[in-house]
């Protein structure tokens, strides 16, 4: 099936510094998606983004986040500064359409931990 | 505030047998639930999904029964195998939203 790909898969900086997450989303897809997973349990949304905007953001998407796809490259979720309430697994996500009720296909994550 | 929520945390089920995994939600704007598997190390991929104009949705050996007055759903596996063993969310969006609310999951072991 379609693939969407993360890098890297695991990252360890310490407290303050930055930090770029990257995503290869499927080919064809058009909007993309950062979720949060804690303890491998809840996936908590925070930010959806197409046609070069951020169409929604949760109140986890905090003002050192921030998300761009420059040119159709990677989608990136950047952390500056990074705290070490940040330690999670991100997941990013990718569908073809918009709209809540869409497949929604996922990368294996990135691991980041916060010293 | 949560908005999905799964229960059991945790459910362990001898293979053969059916497990059931549940699932409720507060908003009633929600009209479109899907199920995830996810297993260690990966992210999580749809197992089925079920719009709420349906009662009841059969894949196989994934069945979704939904409960609109209710609100609640529940995720039916018959003859779970140990390569079932994964944790499930379910998931909840609305027509006039951007995104899907993932529950807290259940996560599934099946014993040989």
């Known amino acids: 099936g379609p693939k969407v790909l993360q890098i890297p898969s695991h990252q360890i900086i310490d407290m303050g510094q930055m930090v770029t997450l990257n995503c290869d989303p499927v080919s064809n897809h058009l909007y993309f998606y950062w979720y949060k997973q804690i303890l491998g349990q809840q996936m908590e949304f925070l930010v959806n983004f197409y046609n070069g905007k951020v169409m929604e953001k949760s109140k986890l998407f905090k003002d050192q986040f921030s998300v761009e796809r420059p040119d159709g490259s990677y989608f990136t979720l950047k952390i500056q500064p990074t705290a070490l309430e940040d330690s999670a697994v991100y997941f990013c996500?990718?569908?073809?359409?918009?709209?809540?009720?869409?497949?929604?296909?996922f990368g294996s994550g990135t691991r980041l931990t916060v010293l | 505030q949560q908005q999905v929520r799964q229960s059991p945390q945790s459910l362990t089920v001898w293979e053969g047998e059916t497990a059931i995994l549940n699932c409720s939600y507060e908003?009633?704007?929600?009209?479109?639930f899907p199920w995830y598997q996810q297993f260690p190390g990966e992210g999580p991929a749809l197992l089925i999904s079920?719009?709420?104009?349906?009662d009841k949705k059969e894949d196989g050996r994934f069945t979704i029964f939904f409960n609109k007055r209710e609100k609640k759903l529940s995720l039916h596996i018959t003859d779970s195998q140990p390569g079932d063993s994964a944790t499930y969310f379910c998931?909840?969006?609305?027509?006039?939203?951007?995104?899907?609310?993932f529950g807290t999951g259940t996560k599934l072991q099946v014993v040989p």
């Open positions: 908003d009633s704007t929600f009209n479109y």
């Open positions: 996500a990718s569908s073809f359409w918009g709209g809540s009720a869409e497949t929604l296909y």
């Open positions: 079920i719009s709420s104009v349906s």
């Open positions: 998931a909840a969006s609305a027509n006039s939203g951007t995104y899907q609310r």
